[in-house]
């Protein structure tokens, strides 16, 4: 019984794609023709499925019926893709490159206006991903000792960097 299914299958496509791609070409848009095969193939999925429910004496119509419905669906999958992207909203555009070269120069320049000992301890934290704790260790100070010194050296770098900005 299986094997007559399948040589049915076999048969209804060999015999019956070639109109059934023809009929989906013509009607293709606005989908892709990249999307052709893929149709066929769906079309032929359906008739494995329901290849008890294919009529004898009408087989490429009741195909072009199921490619129809297929072509159908793929359109409102289509405009269901379209609608969201079209919702969606677009990426904010990246700052341009004289807006990177000024916080560049910025930032150096509240670096450098800064003690060598809150420059450490800021890259320490921001660069090495350190912690309170971690810095204390590095700095030989309490973990409270070394929370005081990063949160003070946070304070001067902001001051010096509003100053830096401002110029």
Known sequence: MAASREQ???????????????????????????????????VLVVCWRRIDAVPADAELPWM????????????????????????LSPVEADASAEDYVVADTSIRE??????????????LHFWDGLDASQLATVLSVTTNA???????????FKENFTKAENE
């Open 8 to 42: 049915r299958l076999e048969h209804l496509a060999r015999e019956h794609s070639p109109a059934v791609a023809n009929y989906l070409r013509r009607r293709l848009y606005p989908l892709s023709p990249a999307d052709l095969d893929d149709l066929v193939e769906e």
């Open 64 to 87: 072009i019926g199921v490619a129809r419905n297929v072509l159908n669906n793929a359109r409102r999958s289509q405009n269901r893709r379209s609608a969201f992207v079209a919702t």
């Open 110 to 123: 509240a670096l450098v206006a800064m003690s060598e000992s809150d420059r450490e301890i800021l890259l």
């Open 146 to 156: 070394a929370a005081v010194r990063l949160s003070r050296a946070q304070s001067r």
